[in-house]
């Protein structure tokens, strides 16, 4: 039996789906949602809390400010909650009404933009509204998830050697980037462990992380219209961009095989599929799942809000698992 005294002491580190049976190639999604704050950023959030307090920063009695998507608010929230602090986080419209109401249950205060930076988008917008209330407060800490190294510093003491420990055969690491922590973390972790191992990041159409041009995107978490300051390219191997539309269709396709997983997934899965396609040898492979599809019960997985969101509804007969060359 396990007892815990705190919610970032719950982790389930090893645990990954088999899509084998589905797709016909050696496919494993490792699950990171399985926590209390229910995301991957909830090792983020932890590591730059814990340094913050370290280097004398985040003293109690202050204030946490972040500007989030959704889910490393809700672990920013929940770390706060636990560890007694009060936590600000700024975000936008597009993030999921349940992660807003997450954030607000762990007793955060939740600013919502709706007006996008001329430039840099609705992460800009975000940014500038934390620089504005932290220059109001002195109390008021910005850890700043967008370039602290601890961002992806937690990923390299943590989800790249957990992955290369259960999988010590692998060829190649499939990895969402929004902050470009995680990608990171587990890039530079698998380039000093195993040089071979091939890193392929996937991103968002309309994101501009690796250059491409801005476009529309809907759905949080991966993505993003200004460069992460975190991503040095030369550790990454490939890059497949992947269109949102492609990314509703294989949420909906996991779940039907009885797998709820979030949008993040989606894209990463489908952007995995298409990239091991062109490969003409076996090859195993690893995509890691930022999250579960409970917060995007009210888009992803909704056909009115894909329809409204993405111009169309999502295909309902097909089965993208079904096509991939076997």
């Known amino acids: 039996m396990r007892v815990i005294s705190a919610p970032q002491e719950f982790t389930v580190p090893d645990l990954y789906v088999d899509l084998r049976r589905f797709v016909g190639r050696d496919l494993f999604v490792k699950c990171e949602g399985f926590n209390f704050a229910g995301s991957i950023k909830l090792k983020a959030a932890l590591e730059i809390v814990e340094r913050a307090e370290r280097d004398g920063q985040l003293l109690p009695g202050r204030t946490i400010v972040e500007s989030s998507s959704g889910n490393i608010g809700v672990a920013l929230a929940m770390v706060a909650a636990s560890r007694g602090y009060r936590f600000i986080c700024v975000t936008d419209d597009h993030c999921t009404l349940s992660a807003r109401q997450l954030m607000q249950n762990y007793g955060a205060e939740v600013h919502v933009l709706t ?6 988008g609705l992460v800009g917008a975000r940014q500038r509204m934390v620089e504005s209330l932290c220059a109001e407060h002195e109390d008021y800490v910005w850890l700043d998830q967008h370039t602290n190294p601890g961002n992806w510093t937690a990923h390299y ?3 790249g050697p957990e992955i290369l420990r259960m999988f010590p055969g692998l060829d190649v690491l499939f990895v969402g980037t929004g902050t470009a922590g995680t990608l990171m973390g587990c890039a530079r972790y698998l380039r000093e462990a195993r040089r071979s191992i091939r890193v392929v990041a996937v991103d968002s159409v309309g994101s501009v992380s690796f250059g491409g041009p801005p476009g529309p995107r809907q759905i949080p978490g991966l993505g993003s219209a200004i460069r992460p300051a975190l991503l040095d390219e030369s550790l990454v191997d490939d890059v497949v961009h992947v269109e949102e539309t492609e990314t509703v269709e294989m949420c909906r396709t996991l779940v039907r095989h009885g797998f709820l997983f979030g949008g993040s997934t989606g894209t990463v899965v489908a952007g995995a599929l298409s990239w091991l396609a062109r490969e003409d040898r076996d090859l195993t492979a690893v995509a890691i799942s930022p999250d579960l599809g409970d917060h995007y ?4 997985y909704r056909d009115h ?3 409204d969101a993405l111009g169309r509804a999502p295909e309902q007969t097909t089965d993208r698992l079904s096509e991939v060359p076997r």
């Open 305 to 307: 809000w894909a329809a």
């Open 157 to 159: 003491r943590s989800t």
């Open 115 to 120: 007006e996008p930076h001329p430039v840099d």
């Open 297 to 300: 019960l009210d888009t992803v």
